[in-house]
């Protein structure tokens, strides 16, 4: 059968006609979130159906081909990402049902003390953060910020905050398989890479409790808290840094995010903001008003949780934890796994900028994907003596917070694959870098583009990982720092993707109405990815130090 060859520049031979164009199902999918504030399926399947447009009738792609394309990122969107989430998402509803996820809200209420700073802080920063390194995908988002909400927070600024937060471990999440990912496409050094990624994303990792001190309420909010900003980001940018650099990719969220964690516990338990009557829990604030009334609800002084209880409060996290550890380490994920070539798509779309067929293999691991996951929810449910029913019953839970954003992602992913095949990202991706001496400024808005689309840093770094590395050596730039830029523009996206927020408000009111969270989030996304800009420019011309040779 004969192969379709990839248009690069089918607008007039035009470069940047051809990446315009390219770019408006990406645009429609934007507007129809931020502006019209459609739901995110109808917005992602808008953008679907626009991009279907243009790829057949501009990129000129066969019609069995582009089916055949979505039809291959609808199914991977199932299997591995919305497996993941659904397997932690069940975890979440289990420990809601039992009485366990109640009993961790008031741990982390009575440790996090009265000051929302400091919740913020513990909860979305160091929870989320450990969340993400081990499931991803929206599934810290959603957790942290019921968290959040349990403790009073509105839903909106809970959500907003804890995905603005969700940038620091993306790299390295669900055990580094971006890195990995990354290492794969590139043929570079693992080790390189991730080295290289850990000397760009701990800068920000360190400076987010600040920045998110500042969003939550000006420079009053950050002169008061300022300690435990500069505590916990210390910590876990450090711990991040040093195991990136000196471990491997697998456990620098995980390990930075536990030691962040028990360090800012630790820390608000002996030190306190001497303006927290300013910043009180909006569960102690509501005490404090129904008083004269009604009896007070619960407050963390009042709260005392013998050792069973902060077991059971405990357990899900722990037990999903080492599960999912042991998993990997045992390389469990490898038994059984089956490359399924694509039917009517595997090596019959030649990429024209690598010269080379397109390989179409649906890698399915039936131990792998969110399985660990749902191990730990089935030993879970029987050390929190769950039952059939309520087992059952919280699957049912986790169905109705999930059906939309199964939706969402299986059309966001499936648009994604179909910019891959047709040739449409890799028009975007070449107009990018062709910017020449402003290219290691715009190169982290590549993965910035690919994560928006996917939801993914993996998927992100395995589209445009690549093209990074082609772009470096063209341009003399260094490789490794290119493609670890890729990586890290990428995690400055996620607070914006359709996939990761509409997993991120499954658990809250704010369901269908993705697109009021992408507004607040949008503007910091731009700032953290200019800032990312300006610290690759800084290690290409005068922090080359930073660089492994």
Known sequence: ?????????????????????????????????????????????????????????????????????????????????????????????????????????????????????????????????????????????????????????????????????????????????????????????????????????????????????????GWKSLKGAWPAALVGGLSYATTQFLVSNYIGPQLPDVLAAMVALIVLVLFTRLWKPKDSDQFQSYVHQAEIQTAATAEPSITSQSITLDGVQIWKAWAPWILITATVIIWTFLNVASIGVQSIKWPGLNKLVYLTLYHKSYVAVWAFQPLGSGTPIFVAVIITAIVLRTGWKTFWLAAADTWEQLKFPILTVMEIVALAYLYNYSGMAYTLGLAVATLGAFFPFFSGFLGWIACFLTGSDTSSNVLFGNLQVVAAKQLHLSPTLMAATNSSGAVMSKMISPQNVTTGVSTGSLKNQEGKVIRKTFIHSIILTVLLGILVVLQTNVLSFMVPK
């Open 1 to 217: 059968m004969r192969l379709f060859d990839q248009l690069l520049t089918p607008v007039g031979h035009s470069l940047l006609s051809s990446f315009l164009v390219g770019f408006i199902p990406i645009a429609v999918v934007l507007v129809l979130l931020g502006i019209i504030r459609t739901p995110a399926w109808i917005a992602a399947l808008s953008g679907l159906v626009v991009g279907m447009i243009v790829a057949l009738s501009i990129w000129q792609v066969p019609v069995h081909l582009a089916f055949s394309a979505m039809v291959m990122g609808a199914v991977f969107a199932v299997w591995p990402i919305m497996w993941i989430v659904f397997a932690a998402m069940w975890l979440y509803n289990i420990s809601r049902r039992t009485g366990s996820f109640e009993l961790f809200r008031k741990w982390m209420y009575k440790n996090a003390t009265n000051d929302r700073r400091l919740q913020v802080l513990i909860i979305a920063y160091a929870f989320g953060a450990l969340m993400e390194g081990i499931a991803g995908f929206g599934t810290p988002v959603a957790i942290a910020s019921a968290l959040l909400v349990g403790l009073g927070f509105p839903v909106l600024e809970a959500v907003v905050l804890t995905l603005i937060f969700d940038t620091a471990p993306v790299a390295f999440g669900a055990l580094g398989v971006p890195i990995v990912s990354l290492g794969a496409v590139t043929n570079l050094p693992v080790a390189h890479l991730s080295e290289m990624v850990g000397r760009q994303l701990p800068l920000f990792a360190f400076i987010l409790p600040f920045y998110v001190l500042l969003v939550m309420g």
